[in-house]
């Protein structure tokens, strides 16, 4: 179905192709990238080149027969049979001096050795799930903070100033044409004409019957002004980066697999330049860890209407984060936990939207049939490059379908707005600047059908809850809660749950590749219902960790 969503991948970037007596008139400097409905301008010219170097495979084209530049065969040795992707697969495996024994051995291997994600994942083998330095790249801060490296200094080994032209591969240049693609003009192509087809409300004129009747009966988004005006937050620029990291330098925030004190991840934020995947600072007990302050500067809003989750007391999942982080950082496409609402508070800099009703899967994204698995690109910038216009075209306001048209919604949420995204709505969420924000996941009236259903049907991927329930209790907890605190509440939302009877859980695609059928167990001659099978033991995490149940947004 989404054969004709992918974009054509033929990748040309910065080369110096030197004749052999090197005289500057000969060289040639090309800089393009082809990709289906690609426009150059959103690629940060001058800043879009691999740092070692390295070129895309597409660039192959134009080394033409001078294969001596082309230094991955002798530079690897036996290794070159194997592909990029299967090159670094074994290279994971390997451990920190490993890697760096072998960046010694020769160009190619430096430049393999050299990708980031290898180093990343090593940090956050060893971290258990807490950063103490940062020193502008995962193998620099890795050899920082637990050694692995001769007595010279651990940045410097081996140097930095080493360069590997004649390294050709996709795999290796893609973080680094993702970390210099700007992702502003997605949402602002012309500077007096944003793209924007997201409904505008003014929070002055809404009321919890307005609101509800505009925009959370017909399940639409939408982005509110003139609602955070009289917050402290807002007025007093409390929610700022540099004043948040003077008031809090040394509280200890989530940021995606770490822990980390305030003033760490602002170190991180400015010094991250090559991530094309900044890590995105998302605590869910932000009030807590700044002793009750920041829940004083910030207030819910009442025209989205009672949250009936708060019945659930103590037990209530988790419901608001604080999000930081530098452009680029930001969650993939994903729907919010447990059916619930949400909205999103910008305090400084400026978030990009891009969402689907709940029927339509984003081009690139893959489930099973009860959205219990979800698949999406590794990183944002590389759903934009091969996606974003696909589904702009396919899905905007232009679109030649009639079914299709206005499917997609597209908006920027500057300081001081908010964004509404009504339940099972999938959304993507990415930074265009240094930004701060507050959200909130809620259950009203409007919502709750929405809720009860995912807690009947899809106990399995309920999340958050705390105390003593279990998934096969929350449901039945939650309606006694109802019946006894808002019974007619209570009753409204069951009679429309019960037009819809409870659906049957999905089988998975790890059930289905691992799964026997009697017929192929019975040509094997074995016992129907038996064959092949295998499990996993998993170690517990450690306490206090956030986990999964906090990787959403926004």
Not at 21 to 45: N, V
Not at 77 to 98: H, K, M, N, Q, Y
Not at 206 to 225: D, H, M, Q, R, V
Request: hydrophobic share 35%.
């Amino acid at each position: 179905m989404e054969g004709s969503q992918t974009a054509t991948r033929v990748r040309f970037a910065v080369e110096d192709d030197v004749e052999a007596d090197s005289r500057p008139s000969k060289r040639r400097r090309t800089e393009s990238l082809q990709l289906a409905g690609k426009d150059e301008s959103r690629i940060d010219g001058g800043q879009s080149g691999h740092r070692l170097g390295v070129l895309p495979a597409g660039n192959l084209f134009l080394a033409g027969s001078s294969t001596n530049k082309i230094i991955r065969p002798k530079g690897l040795g036996r290794f070159d049979i194997l592909p990029d992707a299967v090159l670094l697969v074994v290279l994971a495996s390997f451990d920190a001096g490993t890697l760096l024994a072998l960046r010694t051995t020769s160009r190619a291997f430096f430049a393999y050795t050299s990708h980031e994600p290898l180093w990343k994942d090593l940090v956050v083998s060893r971290a258990n799930g807490r950063l103490s330095h940062w020193e502008g790249s995962w193998r620099k801060t890795f050899i920082r903070s637990f050694g692995h490296c001769p007595p010279s200094p651990p940045s410097e080994w081996p140097t930095d100033a080493i360069r590997t032209p004649g390294v050709y591969s996709d795999e290796l240049y893609q973080p680094s044409l993702c970390a210099h693609t700007s992702l502003t003009p997605y949402f602002l192509p012309h500077p007096t004409r944003p793209r924007s087809t997201i409904a505008k409300a003014d929070a002055l004129s809404l009321t919890a019957e307005t609101f509800s009747e505009l925009y959370a009966i017909p399940s639409k988004p939408a982005l509110i002004y003139n609602a955070v005006n009289d917050w402290p937050s807002l007025k007093q620029s409390l929610w700022t980066m540099d004043v948040l990291e003077t008031r809090f330098k040394d509280v200890s925030f989530r940021a995606e697999a770490f822990d980390l004190p305030f003033h760490l991840y602002r170190q991180y934020a400015d010094d991250c330049n090559e991530e094309d995947s900044p890590l995105y600072l998302f605590d869910s007990r932000f009030v807590e860890k700044t002793g009750g302050a920041m829940g004083k500067e910030y207030s819910p809003f009442p025209f989205f209407g009672k949250d009936v989750f708060e019945l659930l007391g103590e037990e209530r999942p988790n419901y608001r984060w604080l999000i930081a982080g530098p452009a680029r950082s930001g969650s993939t496409f994903h729907k919010d936990p447990n059916g619930t609402s949400a909205w999103n508070a910008v305090l400084c800099g400026r978030k990009g939207w891009v969402m689907f009703p709940p029927d339509v899967c984003p081009p690139g994204v893959y489930t099973n049939e009860d959205e219990s698995e979800v698949t999406s690109p590794l990183s944002i910038p590389e759903w934009f490059l091969t996606y974003f216009d696909y589904a702009w075209s396919t899905y905007g306001p232009s679109a030649k379908d009639p079914e299709l048209r206005g499917k997609i919604v597209v908006g920027v949420c500057g300081q001081g707005e908010v964004v509404y995204v009504p339940s099972g709505w999938w959304h993507l969420v990415v930074n265009l600047d240094e930004s701060v924000a507050v959200t909130q996941n809620f259950v009203s009236e409007n919502e709750l059908t929405n809720v009860l259903r995912f807690m009947r049907d899809k106990p399995d991927q309920l999340s958050g809850f705390k105390g003593s329930l279990s998934a096969s209790t929350i449901y039945e907890r939650f309606t006694e809660a109802l019946r006894e605190n808002a019974p007619e509440t209570y009753i409204k939302a069951v009679e429309a749950l019960e037009k819809n009877p409870a659906s049957s859980k999905s089988e998975s695609i790890w059930d289905k590749v691992t799964s026997t059928s009697t017929e192929e167990t019975a040509i094997d001659g074995g016992e129907a219902g038996t064959g092949f099978s295998f499990g996993f033991e998993f170690e517990e995490g450690e306490d206090g960790e956030e986990g999964l149940d906090d990787a959403r947004d926004a």
